[in-house]
Every structure is written in structure tokens, then in C-alpha cells.
């Protein structure tokens, strides 16, 4: 017995309609302009003919501003699963052609329903946010909508991985569900996420401003910090949805997706004994030392537009996925100020969550001075690092290249905070403060009654250096493993990784630390 046609038509008659969205004179324009349309994004994202949608046939409970007469697709958003190099992940894209993609109970409904589904099945989760915010017309109900997504992002924090895409406007509160989320991508020409608009700037202050000075996604990527990387279009930003997944486990109680049958390249680098300038204050790109530590050169950088002077970023070490740190000596002379802390601090919380092992590279002249950094609070950013460290159980590998001068030698993970492998470069320099400084302090009254004070502080630090600053003398007293040619980093840190992948850790129970905001 068939099913009847008109049961089939009517299943049609409805499928079609819904996925109209908007309708097709809305999405000739978006495509017109180089836009993708909500499910559109959900498949280009997922492998073809894996997405499997949800929520189709949603429909609002609206009865205010004639609302009722109106039939909104999908109630504005589209929700389902796909898979992403052959791991299920959760997605929800908002239809800007849809009532503006705004979110009331039914839209914001199909979204929690989708992130329970999430921590259920234990599988990541990426939002693709689109939308004119609040829908007006529910009034506070949307509101508590907005709670209910908000307080799912922080139930699923930290269980599994969540990427918000910013597409399109998220205005307003709507920017706090990407915000609790842990990465964010945003695209150039068509996104836009601030709390306060321009308009709203204006009346309140006084101050003229602009979309491109507060909401735009180069902004919210280099000043504010909100955006960790930065797509020209929807096609790009999905390609680095991917490519993230590709270092993420499913979620945190799996391990992330090493490849541990590559083959071990335990050959010296020679090219890494040339990296590096016999001047000791001479700057050099500490990128380029990632690029030959892991492998195929292939590392992911997060957020580079933000605090340039601490790199953190996803790559592979003898197929181990690991989370990188490391001072940039190119800017800001490497030093840490309050936005790299914030930036290291989080990453490694993050890393920590998802088992993900750190390789931290240092070569920290010290934290930034400076009467803003102090008055900013610097101690209580810096603490961060020293917290996120400590709390972290999962490998900790340290490999101090050059300069590892005092609290920042701990706050880039020294084994005090609890690194399981340190390693040193014959040119590390481990101490309480750099050289010349320390010569200053030291050795004030000898130098102004030199005959020569710079040729005599030349002399003296030197000897510093040899004497205090030596990697042997930190050996020497077990705060570092071992010293190593820069050449043999990459078999020293792949074999280490390997060593360490069955580290267990436990510490005493608690609610939660209190980690220094
Ligand atoms: C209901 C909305 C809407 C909203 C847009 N639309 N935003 N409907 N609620 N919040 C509808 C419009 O009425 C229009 O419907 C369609 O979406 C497209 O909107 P346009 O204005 O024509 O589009 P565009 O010119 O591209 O401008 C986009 C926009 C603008 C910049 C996003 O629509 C806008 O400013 N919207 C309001 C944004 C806002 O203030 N939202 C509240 C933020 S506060 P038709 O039927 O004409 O196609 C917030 C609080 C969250 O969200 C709190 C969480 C705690």
C-alpha cells in the first residue's frame, strides 16, 4: 500500500514553501552581492548531503502587530547536523531573510534544542549569527529567549567546542552568545557585532563615530580582541570553521584528532640553528620557528591581528595536536602586556578544557612597563597566565629560546607552574631582570665612578649573563631539563609529547578556582 499523493503532496507543498525562506527575490539579492543564503552557509559548511535539518516546519505563537497572519519560514533560523571531515557537528544559521533573522521563542527554541542535542551527543556546536537581534514584536519574551540561548553557552563551555561565525548584524545583547562561545570568526563586507550602535553613541555622548570604528570585523578582530580571525567572505569563513575543527576534539571527553601513526621525524633541523641571531637584541619572527616545529609547516594562528607580541595557534607536533604559545620578539620586543596575557590566559583554559597538550616558546624580556599597563591593572591580567598554567593538567612542554626574565619566566610556564619538560636554548638567558638592567642596580656607584661607565657595564653584564643568566646554572639547579641545539627542538618536543599523552592529573575537588577577571 503507497502512502496516498496527496499526503506526499502536501509533505511537498510545505518542504518547498519553507524553504523559500524569505523568498527568492531576497536571496537573488544577497547572492547578488556574494552572500550565501542560512542553509546555504549549513551545507557549504558540512561534507554534500550530510546535513540533516531540523525544526523545518517551526511556526511562532505571535499574536501582537499582526503578527498572526504572518508565516515567518523556519521561524528564521535553520538547525540540524552535518558532518565535518567524518564527525557529526551541531549547527544553527539565522535567515536574515526572514523577519530580519530576528530571535523570539520559537527561533531561540530550535537553537537550545540544537545545543542540548550538542552536549547530549557530545558533538561541537557552530552558530552562524545573521540577524536584526531581538524580534521586536515578542517584546520581553524575547529577551528571556536570548537568556535561554546565553545560558545553554555557558552549560556547554567547556564540554564541547562552540564557533560562532558572525555573517551579517548581531546587535546589542545578541553579540553575548558569540561572546560566551569559544572562537569567533567574522567576515569583512557584511558583519557588524558592537553593544551600542553609532546612533546610540551619539545620543547618549555626544561622540560621532562610526559602523567601521566600533563594529567592524577588523576593529573587533585587532582593538577590541572580541574576533579571533577575520574571513573575506562566507565561503572563507566556513573554510576556517573547518579547519579549527580539524585540531578540536567532538568534545571534552575525547581526545582531539591526533594523528599518531604519522611516521616520527626525529632528524636534526639545522634550518632552526640559523633562526636565530647571535645578538641577543636582535628581534626575530618566532612564527618562523613554530612554522619549522610543526608539521608540514601547518599552523593555525588565532586571533594574529590581536596583541601580536604573544602567538598562539593549533598545530601538529609528530602528529600530536597541540596548542602553541610563545613570545613574538618582533613586537613590543616580546614582552607581555595586558592584552597578551588575556590572550595566552585564555587559549591555555581553553587547551586545557579539550585535552589539547601546550607548547609554550619562550623568549619574554619581561611584562610591559608602563603607567597605563599598571594603572590598567596589569598584575591582575598577568595573574591570568599564571592561573590558567597552573590550573592546566594536560602536557606542558617549555622551551625557553632566549630572554625568560622574571615573573614572565613563570608566567610562561616555568616548571614551577607546573611544565612537565623544560627546555632550554643555549641562548636562554634565565634570571631575575635582564643583564643591563641588573648591572644598573647592582653596581650603581662602581659605574659612576668609572673611568668608562659603558665600557665598564659592557663588562659587567657580560660576566651577568655568563654567571647568572646561563641556562647551565638553571640546569644546573633541575629548573631545566636539559639544553638542547635549537635543531633538535622539533624530535625533542614530538618525542616528549608522545611521552606525555597518558598524563594523569588530579588536583582536590572544588566548585571552580577563582582565576583573577
Ligand atoms: C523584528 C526585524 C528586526 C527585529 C529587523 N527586522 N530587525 N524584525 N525584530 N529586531 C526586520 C525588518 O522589519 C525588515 O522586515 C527585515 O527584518 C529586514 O530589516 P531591514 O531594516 O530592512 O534591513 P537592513 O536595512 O539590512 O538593516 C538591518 C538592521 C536593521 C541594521 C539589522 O534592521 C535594524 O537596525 N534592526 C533592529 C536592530 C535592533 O536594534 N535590534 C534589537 C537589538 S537589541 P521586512 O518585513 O520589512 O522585510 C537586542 C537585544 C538582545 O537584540 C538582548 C539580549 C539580552
Redesign the pocket.
Known amino acids: 500500500m503507497a502512502l496516498s499523493k496527496t499526503l506526499v503532496d502536501e509533505l511537498t507543498k510545505r518542504r518547498e514553501a519553507a524553504l523559500q525562506g ?1 523568498g527568492a527575490d531576497k536571496m537573488e539579492a544577497r547572492h547578488a552581492r556574494g552572500v550565501l543564503g542560512a542553509r546555504e552557509r549549513l551545507e557549504t559548511l558540512f561534507a554534500p548531503g550530510t546535513f540533516q535539518e531540523t525544526g523545518l516546519h517551526a511556526r511562532h505563537a505571535t499574536r501582537a502587530f499582526g503578527m498572526e497572519k504572518k508565516i515567518l519560514p523556519a521561524d528564521a533560523v535553520v538547525c540540524g547536523v552535518g558532518y565535518v571531515d567524518d564527525r557529526p557537528v551541531a549547527g544553527f544559521s539565522q535567515d ?1 531573510t526572514v ?2 533573522g ?2 523570539g521563542d520559537t527561533h531561540a527554541r530550535k537553537i537550545c534544542h540544537i545545543m542540548d542535542h550538542a552536549v547530549k551527543a557530545g558533538v561541537p556546536l557552530v552558530g552562524i549569527n545573521d540577524s ?6 515578542e517584546g520581553v519574551g524575547s ?1 528571556s529567549a ?2 535561554q540561548v ?1 545560558y545553554r553557552n555557558v552549560l556547554l563551555s567547556g564540554v564541547v567546542p562552540q564557533i560562532a561565525v558572525i555573517a551579517g ?1 548581531c ?4 553579540a ?1 552568545s558569540p561572546a560566551l562561545m569559544d572562537f569567533i570568526i567574522m567576515t569583512r563586507r557584511e558583519a557588524s557585532m558592537f553593544i551600542c550602535g553609532p546612533e546610540v553613541i551619539r545620543a547618549v555622548t555626544g561622540q560621532a563615530t562610526t559602523m567601521a570604528d566600533i563594529g567592524s570585523a577588523e576593529v573587533n578582530a585587532a582593538v577590541s580582541g572580541n574576533v579571533h580571525f577575520v574571513a573575506e567572505d562566507d565561503k572563507e569563513a566556513l573554510a576556517i570553521v573547518r579547519r579549527l575543527l580539524s585540531f578540536l576534539p567532538s568534545n571534552n571527553m575525547s581526545d582531539p584528532p591526533h594523528a599518531p601513526g604519522a611516521a616520527l621525524n626525529l632528524a636534526d633541523d639545522p634550518a632552526l640553528d640559523a633562526l636565530v641571531p647571535e645578538d641577543p637584541k636582535a628581534p626575530f619572527d618566532v612564527r618562523a620557528v613554530i612554522a619549522r616545529l610543526v608539521d608540514n609547516a601547518d599552523f593555525l594562528e588565532v586571533m594574529a591581528a590581536f596583541a601580536a607580541n604573544m602567538v598562539i595557534g593549533f598545530g601538529r607536533i609528530g602528529g600530536i595536536v597541540t596548542g602553541v604559545i610563545a613570545n613574538q620578539p618582533l613586537v613590543k620586543a616580546g614582552t607581555i602586556d595586558i592584552d597578551a596575557a588575556d590572550k595566552a590566559a585564555r587559549f591555555v583554559r581553553f587547551c586545557n578544557a579539550f585535552n589539547i597538550p601546550l607548547l609554550t616558546l619562550v623568549d619574554v624580556p619581561g611584562f610591559l612597563p608602563g603607567v597605563m599597563e599598571e594603572r590598567r591593572g596589569i598584575i591582575r591580567h598577568g595573574a591570568k597566565m599564571l592561573f590558567a598554567y597552573a590550573s592546566a593538567t594536560v602536557p606542558k612542554i617549555t622551551v625557553i629560546l632566549r630572554k625568560a626574565y622574571g615573573g614572565a619566566y613563570l608566567a610562561m610556564c616555568s616548571q614551577d607552574m607546573g611544565a612537565d619538560k623544560v627546555l632550554a636554548w643555549p641562548s636562554a638567558e634565565i634570571a631575575v631582570m635582564g643583564a643591563d638592567g641588573a648591572v644598573n642596580i647592582l653596581y650603581r656607584k662602581e659605574l659612576t665612578e668609572a673611568p668608562d661607565p659603558r665600557a665598564r657595564a659592557h663588562e659587567l653584564a657580560e660576566a651577568y649573563r655568563a654567571e647568572f643568566a646561563s641556562p647551565y646554572l638553571s640546569a644546573g639547579m633541575l629548573f631545566v631539563d636539559d639544553v638542547i641545539l635549537p635543531g633538535q627542538t622539533r624530535a625533542a618536543v614530538a618525542l616528549a609529547l608522545r611521552g606525555l599523552l597518558s598524563k594523569r592529573e588530579t588536583r582536590p575537588p572544588k566548585k571552580h578556582g577563582n582565576i583573577p577577571l
Request: proline share 5%; aromatic share 18%; net charge positive.
Open positions: 524569505g536574515f523577519a530580519g530576528s530571535l536584526g537581534g531581538a524580534r521586536i514584536q529577551l536570548y537568556g546565553f548584524p546587535a546589542g545583547g545578541a553575548y
